[in-house]
């Protein structure tokens, strides 16, 4: 029954859309309304051969309704077995953003639908039957020849209204496609990191649809935007209407300010002035009379011209003061340039940074020589990495505060977690599935997390060391018969029901207790042998923002560590889209510290759930200093954050160089 279909998975999409964004209208809410004639094609769970597939999937539907969300477009999603069952209705535009297993009976109710005027933007997977319907085809698979090959889309039409001049994307392999009919063509091509054409298409159109050679990754949102706005406005005119409106009314939200008179007076406060004030306000005058006259297109880039002139004065606008800590996190223990920690020590030190957080060891690899973890591909492609970002970071004055993952093992070589699998050192939860995480509680573990820690203090000249995923994975882990022994043992009682008696039984929380201890005896055990192996050490944590719900979940009790001395500092993973959220986790964290060590907020600009822009980082970073925090962390230092977010903080907030707070004046 379509229409039944059709209502039920309209609901869900509402409950879905409404679950994931903040209940603060702060300004950057998705507001509540109907699907706009758009609707996103997710692939069917049963046709997924992998789990990293459906996670793929998710991923990137998540992403495009969240940019879209922000151009005014409210997609409605549906699966592939609803198009046979016809879940298009009187839908304008279909996006397949990742359709690996597209089944020819879609592809033929796809192209049905373009027969009757409907469009199709394909990224990625082209079935050979939607490619005839849309004009391109010939289509083949393409691995980068080496690393960033595909790192830039340049486009090229002048009929399409909108389109920006490039958008970055580091893409590692794409799908080549030619155009084949109806009036197809290239208004894109590839280009590498180094600003070399590649020749490969980057984006076809033609009079059915779009074509784009990879998914749509996270990075350059601001051009992802661009792209979006102008391709839906060219294949489906009307929607321009409600995109151009909702750039007009979102052109003075900058930073943490919610209006343009907000901006106004933010900026006649700043010593910078306000330089572009008076174009800004014309440009928006502009964009209002355009909006009225119907000129969309012209409204949308009107507008945008406006909120980039707004942002400049802002970025400019922020105090930098002499003392704060201002640290970056780098996920891949890399820097921003795989093989040359001189230039990302550069980058930080020009803009302002003075603390780093690499993260160069997890619960089995290393990125250096380690005598207890494998190394990683990455240590020998490139060397040594703690030593030669030790090296660059004294050169720029930088800390260098080591990042560890602690019991994850992501990434381990396959040798190394047989042999921890054997040994009984891995978790297992309630239900006896096991997971690539070592078990706190393993005598074993214990040590290998302490003594992979205490190597890093001995053999480099490091400022500090910082635990992550200091805890347990949720609350349904670890329950493996090593667990069950030592906590009879340690108890001096038995358990009669494992793990039901523990789980959620009359032992819940001694046992919840005892699962605190584990974790809190490393961090315990770190902390007092690291400053005895170096002096000044400096220990500190990524932890969970929400307190106590941490600590009962996942054993994290972080406010005990600091109330105990183990912390120097502290740094709660603080990711919020709304500002009302983030400065609700800021100053509950700074009740819980109660001024003992610095709180530097994490904010998530590139963080799993978040994608902030630079201004919305900078306005992160002023109500942190609002709040009286003494500095700020932010996720993640990569290519992408160093091209936008580093300069960002560096024209204002960081412009002024700093001493870190936690460091002795």
């Not at 679950?19 to 692939?43: E, N």
């Not at 891949?332 to 940074?353: C, Q, T």
């Not at 919305?616 to 003494?630: F, N, T």
Request: charged fraction near 25%; include cysteine.
């Amino acid at each position: 029954m379509p229409s039944l279909r059709r209502l039920y998975v309209s609901c869900l999409t509402l409950l879905i859309l409404l679950a994931s964004r903040p209940l603060v209208d702060d300004g950057y809410c998705v507001p509540a309304g109907s699907a706009q004639g758009v609707v996103i094609v997710t692939p069917a769970k049963a046709a997924l051969r992998q789990k990293s597939e459906a996670k793929l999937a998710r991923e990137t539907t998540q992403t495009l309704t969240t940019l879209l969300a922000e151009l005014g477009v409210v997609a409605e999603t549906i699966d592939e077995p609803a198009l046979a069952d016809g879940g298009l209705g009187q839908c304008r535009v279909v996006i397949l953003p990742y359709n690996p297993t597209l089944r020819n009976e879609h592809a033929a109710a796809l192209a049905k639908f373009v027969e009757s005027g409907g469009k199709v933007l394909a990224c990625y997977q082209l079935n050979p039957q939607l490619g005839e319907a849309l004009g391109f085809g010939h289509a083949k698979y393409m691995h980068q020849a080496y690393r960033g090959q595909f790192a830039e889309m340049r486009f090229d039409a002048a009929d399409i209204r909108g389109l920006p001049k490039s958008v970055h994307q580091k893409s590692w392999n794409i799908t080549v496609a030619e155009p084949t009919g109806h009036h197809a063509g290239v208004i894109g091509r590839w280009f590498d990191d180094a600003g070399r054409a590649t020749e490969y298409p980057a984006l076809l159109a033609s009079d059915h649809g779009a074509f784009l050679s990879h998914i749509v990754l996270r990075d350059d949102r601001e051009g992802k935007k661009r792209l979006l706005a102008a391709l839906l406005g060219h294949l489906a005119p009307p929607l321009w209407k409600p995109i151009a409106q909702k750039e007009l009314e979102q052109a003075g939200r900058v930073g943490h300010c919610r209006s343009e008179e907000e901006v106004a007076a933010y900026l006649k406060k700043a010593a910078s002035g306000a330089p572009h004030i008076a174009r800004a306000r014309q440009m928006l005058e502009r964009a209002r009379q355009q909006f009225a006259q119907g000129d969309y297109g012209e409204t949308f880039e009107s507008s945008q011209t406006a909120h980039e002139l707004l942002v400049q004065s802002y970025l400019r606008a922020a105090d930098s003061p002499f003392r704060e800590t201002r640290a970056v996190w780098n996920h891949s223990g890399l820097g921003a340039y795989p093989g040359d920690w001189e230039r990302s020590m550069k980058l930080l030190g020009e803009n302002g940074f003075n603390v780093v957080l690499p993260n160069m060891l997890w619960g089995g690899l290393a990125h250096y020589p380690s005598d207890l973890l494998p190394p990683s591909p990455a240590l020998r492609r490139y060397g040594d990495q703690l030593e030669q970002c030790c090296r660059a970071a004294k050169k720029y004055g930088i800390e260098v505060h080591v990042w560890k993952v602690n019991y994850n093992l992501y990434g381990a070589p396959r040798a190394f977690l047989e042999k921890v699998c054997r040994e009984g050192r891995t978790q297992l939860n309630a239900e006896g599935q096991p997971s690539d995480w070592l078990c706190p509680s393993h005598p074993e573990n214990q040590k290998l997390e302490l003594e992979s820690m205490l190597e890093v203090a001995r053999k480099y000249p490091v400022d500090g060391l910082h635990f992550d995923y200091i805890r347990y994975p949720d609350g349904a882990h670890c329950y493996c018969d090593g667990c069950r022994r030592r906590f009879e043992t340690q108890s001096g009682r038995p358990v009669s029901d494992w793990p039901k008696e523990c789980l959620s039984g009359a032992r819940k929380e001694e046992y919840r207790e005892w699962r605190r201890r584990q974790i809190t005896l490393l961090v315990a055990a770190v902390s007092r042998q690291a400053r005895k192996i170096r002096p000044g050490l400096k220990l500190s944590a990524a932890v969970f923002g929400r307190y106590p719900d941490c600590r009962e979940a996942v054993a994290q009790d972080w406010p005990k560590w600091v109330k105990a001395g183990y912390l120097d500092f502290v740094c709660p993973m603080d990711y919020a889209t709304s500002d009302q959220e983030f400065i609700s986790l800021v100053r509950n964290q700074r009740k819980l510290i109660e001024g003992r060590v610095p709180l530097y907020p994490g904010i998530g600009a590139t963080a799993s759930n978040t994608l902030l822009a630079p201004d919305r980082v900078v306005g992160q970073i002023v109500h942190a200093r609002a709040l009286g925090a003494a500095g700020f962390t932010i996720f993640n230092f990569d290519a992408d954050t160093a091209a936008s977010i580093v300069p960002a903080v560096g024209c204002g907030a960081g412009v002024r160089h700093a001493v870190p707070t936690h460091k002795s004046p």
